[in-house]
């Protein structure tokens, strides 16, 4: 087995979207696979996780072309490797609708092709967040379709020298989402979870346990639908080594949380209730595509996000589009003024 790390040449010819980016520079770290077995990769994966790891940390994301991927239980195979605890999804609070294949592996999103998801943390307007994301393409769209990632860290330097002031209430007031969930999953929308599902539970009784034992405040609608507002969380993190992000749902709430229930204008808050500046809140959107990375799939390709460092997102696609999705390691998303 021969692998090697292309950084340079896999930014400058296969992935050329990142030839528009070269004033921001940003490109995850590539390694590039040879003809090789789904095992002998897993091996490979096992003798350098604390490297693959590291790199994720700095880079934001890490990308493995070239594998011979065809199938769920593959995927599960080699993020296995990296001995990361396994998150569950049905354990998580996403509002997004999603298949199971394996314990692990799930689809990335079930909403249709043409519903744009924007940028995100994983899970940042939840009390319990992944630190690692995997993502593993079977089947690359038609046209269209990439995964944006973008450099938390790099987003929030540039917001706290254009837009010192919304970055200090950010800091210090944290961030607040509502989003209203139906009774059961509605697949047609990108925040279709059912609170049956979200919460875990099949009750009244026992959806408003779980939000009371969270902080949540919640309101019935009609009976059927669940209003939840999250207790206050963070809009900007400080890792281990010093470095801020702009760790929060802010951009994807504010401009994606719309279908037949939800009205974005409604999603999020300041922690203290005030409203967000709309236009501030647009820039912000605007610098994060400026180092924002488009992730054009190929068939088996692999990538790991550190879900501390970078959020992503989906472009809308035609055709076909198989990406499947793990979660690892959850964390704590507590606020802290």
Known sequence: MRWTDVSDL????????????????????????????IED????????????????????????RGLPVTEPEHFDAFLSAFGLANFPYEESLSNAV???FTPRVFSANEAPSDVRIFLHHEMAQTPIYPEKLFFCCLQSAESGGATPICRSDWLVDRIRVELAGFYADCKVKGLRYS??????????????????????AETVEAAE???????????WLDGVCLRATTPVLPAIKQL??????????????FCGWSDERNDPSNAITFGDGTA????TVLRVGELAEE?????????????????????????????????????????????VA
């Open 10 to 37: 896999m930014q400058a010819v296969v992935l050329p979207e990142a030839l528009r980016k070269e004033e921001a520079g940003y490109c995850p770290a590539v390694w590039q696979a040879g003809s090789v077995a």
């Open 41 to 64: 990769a897993c091996a490979w994966a096992r003798s350098k996780r604390s490297e693959l790891i590291d790199q994720a940390r700095v880079h934001g994301a890490v990308l493995f």
């Open 98 to 100: 999603r298949v199971n």
């Open 179 to 200: 989003n209203v969930m139906p009774s059961d999953d509605d697949p047609e929308s990108g925040m279709g979870r059912s609170w049956r599902s979200t919460l875990r």
């Open 209 to 219: 346990e779980r939000l009371r034992s969270m902080a949540y405040d919640w309101t």
């Open 240 to 253: 281990p080594d010093g470095r801020e992000t702009f760790f929060n749902q802010l951009i994807a709430a």
């Open 276 to 279: 967000l500046p709309k236009e």
């Open 291 to 335: 180092v924002t990375f488009d992730l054009a799939w190929q068939d088996g390709d692999i990538a790991m996000v550190d879900n501390q460092v970078a959020m992503h997102g989906r472009r809308t696609f035609a055709g076909k589009r198989r990406v499947l999705a793990s979660l690892a390691e959850a964390r704590d998303n507590r606020f």
